[in-house]
Structures are given as C-alpha cells and as structure tokens.
C-alpha cells in the first residue's frame, strides 16, 4: 500500500469548496484512492459526499493511500506516492482557498 499523511489546512476542514477541490484533484488522477484519519477508516477520496460527512477538520492529520492491488495492476508505485504527495501537497495548501 502506498501512503502519504498530510494535514488539513483550510479553516473549514474538507467541506464545501475545499472538499470539492479536493475530490475533483483525485478523480482526475484516475486511481482509487482513500483519506482516513484516528478514529475514520478509509473513505473514497472520488466521492464528495464520503469526504464532507468524514469530518476532516481544520488540523486535523490524514492519511491518503492507494491499496496494493492497484500498485501492482494499474500503477507504479512511484507514479502512486507521486500521486499521492501531490494530493498531500493540494491539503496542506488549502488554507489559502
């Protein structure tokens, strides 16, 4: 499995407009990807209603991961932490949004 941890950075967590970005960033990547956090197993990043109703908050830590059989079916698993640094990278500078 492949694994990026990041934190939330816009103040209203992962809803509305943050989460919409979000979700949007990840379908184009065209791979099945997960966030989770303590406490939440992993929901579907594509879907917009799993993520605003996971309640990422502002601050709070998560994890983005694409399973194993998609690493070895689908993806490199360098093309896969790319993937999943660059959705890292778009939560952490969600403050700004």
Known sequence: ??????VVT?????HA???????RAV????LPVTIAKDGISGVDA???LQVMTADFHHGCEVELAISENVLEDVVSREKASRVL????ELLESQGAV
Request: no cysteine; net charge positive.
């Open 10 to 14: 816009a103040s209203v967590g992962l």
């Open 17 to 23: 407009r943050p989460a919409a970005v979000f979700v």
């Open 85 to 88: 640094q660059e959705l890292g």
């Open 46 to 48: 594509r879907s917009l």
């Open 27 to 30: 379908t184009a990547t065209g």
């Open 1 to 6: 499995m492949a694994t990026q941890k990041a």
